[in-house]
């Protein structure tokens, strides 16, 4: 089974910046388009970010584009997102995954990470 763990989040204030994390195993990384998305209270889960399996392309949500950036290394079976000038609005729990399109691959998703921003 898939395994998908991500790290990085935290309080910060509003304008503020984290960086998250997610590492992969079992399974081939390198072969999966992979993605982030995020929960807030009350609401369904949401596709925030994508990137191909070859770094060639990303892909943003309207809300975040100039302020969050997807990046990848295969070598570490990790997927990355900067977060920067963060919003009360960005507060969620946030996932990674393989993706299709903006759609999560795998049924199995893993515990996420808290991303609280104060104003």
């Known amino acids: 089974q898939v395994q998908l763990v991500e790290s990085g989040g935290g309080l910060v204030q509003a304008g503020g910046s984290l960086r998250l994390s997610c590492a992969a195993s079992?399974?081939?990384?390198?072969?999966?388009?992979m993605g982030w998305f995020r929960q807030a209270p009350g609401k369904g889960r949401e596709f925030v970010a994508g990137?191909?399996?070859?770094?060639?392309?990303?892909s943003y949500t309207d809300s975040v584009k100039g302020r969050f950036t997807i990046s990848r290394d295969n070598a570490k079976n990790t997927v990355y997102m900067q977060m920067n000038n963060l919003k009360p609005e960005d507060t969620a729990v946030y996932y990674c995954?393989?993706?299709?399109?903006?759609?999560?691959?795998?049924?199995?998703w893993g515990q996420g990470t808290q991303v609280t921003v104060s104003s």
């Open positions: 079992r399974l081939t990384f390198s072969e999966y388009d």
């Open positions: 995954n393989a993706v299709q399109g903006t759609r999560g691959v795998f049924r199995s």
């Open positions: 990137i191909s399996w070859d770094l060639d392309s990303t």
